[in-house]
């Protein structure tokens, strides 16, 4: 898992995370790095600075401070050595790895027209360690199912930034894809289509997918979501599109298509709960047109996630 991740890290800030302790690597979920300030991490939902000797500390006064070479010689690996190259990448703020861990970029903006149109003098990083987490979906699946028409609901999982909202879907992509239905249900594996804009929900490399998303899924890889949706719709034929961070006006008009197309749709939204994202004016058509007939809100307790709710269009609480 972590070789993706130490390809990119110059030789001394490697060495650093190297050394920390196994127990703390196993539940890394980010590492944050900042120009001549201190070296943190994130772990099972605690955060830490990090001394030169890979130890935890108290406070930021022991800890590494990585120097303006290192930061250089980090976007300098990001980019493969040529930054100019990944300016779509840097204008989003973030750029996806091998093995779908996105790098959060934060620095000094060039404005275009009132949008961003570059990032410049970075100095800070933020590696999101992805991870698979097999069977995560299990719980919830059967709430998702549609029993009257043999597939699953349309689902939108809800929650706030690293509380395992694309973990979840992935693994429901899979679990979809192989066919692991209530044990009532006799019947496959459909077929899978997943829009992964932001090269994380099926980490593919030349397209070729490194998590395992199920043997009946195909991958649009690096594409945006609205257009994407519709390519697999025209190309693929899929019975369940699967779509992470949903939210622009484009999105929810590819989600109509598809709705008209008779396919079925897993997608995921940044939210604290389903009054929040009502306040989302795109959302929000797609909530009072009940789209959806499922709703996942997520938690994280102790740096573990766990199912908060299921609801239905109507609000109603679905057991699972």
Request: glycine share 6%; charged share 25%; hydrophobic share 40%.
């Amino acid at each position: 898992m972590f070789e993706s991740v130490y390809a990119v890290l110059p030789f001394p800030l490697k060495t650093v995370i190297q050394q920390l302790p196994t127990d703390v690597l196993n539940e890394l979920e980010e590492i944050r790095i900042r120009e001549c300030r201190p070296l943190e991490i994130v772990f099972k939902g605690r955060y830490a600075f990090i001394s030169s000797q890979g130890e935890l500390c108290e406070n930021d006064t022991g800890a590494h401070r990585p120097t303006r070479e290192e930061c250089v010689k980090l976007l300098d690996l990001l980019t493969n050595h040529s930054v100019y190259s990944y300016d779509e990448e840097l204008k989003r703020g973030y750029i996806t790895i091998v093995g779908g861990h996105r790098v959060g970029l934060a620095g000094r903006t060039l404005l275009e027209q009132g949008k961003v149109k570059h990032i410049r003098d970075i100095s800070s990083f933020n590696i999101r360690i992805a991870r698979e987490v097999m069977d995560c979906g299990k719980k919830v699946l059967p709430a998702l199912f549609d029993s009257a028409a043999r597939t699953i609901h349309h689902t939108l999982v809800i929650s706030p930034p690293q509380r395992g909202k694309t973990t979840l879907i992935r693994d429901l992509a899979r679990l979809i894809s192989y066919g692991y239905w209530p044990s009532n249900m006799h019947m496959k594996g459909l077929k899978v289509g997943i829009v992964d804009e932001r090269c994380e929900l099926a980490a593919c490399v030349r397209g070729v997918p490194k998590f395992d998303v199920g043997p009946r899924t195909d991958v649009l890889d690096a594409c945006p979501k609205a257009e994407g949706m519709m390519m697999m719709i025209r190309a693929m034929s899929p019975d369940v599109i699967v779509v992470d961070e949903i939210g622009r006006e484009e999105d929810a008009e590819a989600i109509q298509e598809a709705l008209h197309a008779g396919i079925r749709l897993i997608a995921s939204a940044h939210g604290n709960d389903l009054n929040d994202i009502r306040r989302r004016p795109v959302l929000q058509k797609l909530i009072s047109a009940e789209i959806f007939s499922r709703y996942v809100v997520l938690h994280s307790k102790d740096g573990t996630v766990a199912i908060h709710s299921v609801s239905d269009a109507k609000g109603n609480q679905v057991p699972c």
